[in-house]
């Protein structure tokens, strides 16, 4: 009698699972788990989890000014202004978050992972803690804008279930006990982009003829938007994103590839961080004196005049203030490659170098 009892105690406490005994345990993501996951299983093997709040808290935006500004007081995420109307959205520690995107660069690892919320979708960033070793909650993204959130109070913290079989190396899983039996995501319900479109990818591929100037490029912009991010990480998110789809369209629209265009332009602006550059929508790196009166015009002037180089037609009404210039010279049509237009582009010798190395960043963060 006395074995069986202790027996079933022992049930109560493990779960069997295929013949080993193995005991879920709640924990707080460390910056051991998240490398064993990257070195064991990659990135994507995030997508594959779920995610948890190590505290409840409830998040009360600020309707008047329509940007919240938000604060910890005791535990909770509330707004300094208490005459808002509307609704507070509540994050319990039983919500289920699900993997969106990791930045592995050195000094500043975060996970952003979507939270349900009130039937809403709501990115929440969690910043790496190195003192702590955890993941803290810094921020929340509303309307594709990062809003920081400024502490009083001990943050929420990224928590994952994981079942041990008594190994020294935590083997993490996509559920708690209380919902074994459910899907690990359902991506369908998200408005947002799949986990697997925005990790960094490994993967290679020969580009092969993809060096052309006219054609179709391999750069997604998935691809596009985590590398920049592992290059500049305080790049506003919804000017970085806004860009990069101007730049698909008009490269559309003239038949450029857009790997070089978008090359050109990481190089030109340092990755966004040049202000001079971003705020006279200069992205051709034309002399500084040159200033266009808006976002979609400078990415038109480095199309065209990309198209320029390769071509002696455009598609669309010249925008481009220098290619007379390229008539002058007898440059039109002229260049087909990337290889051949560095040398028309740019005096500096090691101009196509620095483009080539932010092409293989592009390529590889597209799983090229």
Sequence with gaps: ???????????????????????MIRTEVTWEIAANVINNAGIKKFGELNYYLSKSFVLIPDERNKV???????????IKNQESTEMPIKFTIDLIGRFYYFNDARGSEFFEIIFKADNKDIPLKFQRNTQ????????????????????????????????????S????????????NEPILNRAESPLKQPSDRYPFTAHQSIGNYTEILG???????????????KNHAVNRWEMERLIDTYFEEA??????????????????NFLRNRQRMDTHNYAGYESNYNFNNMPIGVQ??????????SDRLNGHPVDPRLKLLNDLGYRGKVKTFAQLYGFWAPNSNYGNFINEILQGLYRYSGR
């Excluded at 919240?68 to 509330?78: E, K, L, R």
């Excluded at 559309?252 to 602006?269: F, S, V, W, Y």
């Design 1 to 23: 009698m006395k074995k069986a009892t202790l027996f079933l105690v022992f049930l109560m406490c493990f779960a069997i699972v295929n013949g080993f005994c193995q005991e």
């Design 68 to 78: 919240p500004v938000f604060v910890i007081t005791d535990g909770n995420f509330i």
């Design 132 to 167: 702590r070793d955890c993941f803290d909650l810094v921020s929340v993204i509303i309307d594709s804008k990062e809003h920081v959130l400024h502490s009083e109070a001990e943050r929420p913290r990224l928590v994952i279930y994981y079942l041990d079989n008594f190994s």
């Design 169 to 180: 190396t935590p083997k993490v899983t996509a559920t708690q006990p209380s919902v074994i």
């Design 216 to 230: 179709q490029g391999l750069v997604t912009k998935p691809g596009v938007v985590a590398y920049i991010m592992s």
């Design 252 to 269: 559309r629209k003239e038949g450029i590839n857009p790997d070089i265009a978008l090359a050109q332009m990481l190089h030109t602006t």
């Design 301 to 310: 002037v480095h199309i065209q005049h990309l198209k320029g180089y390769a």
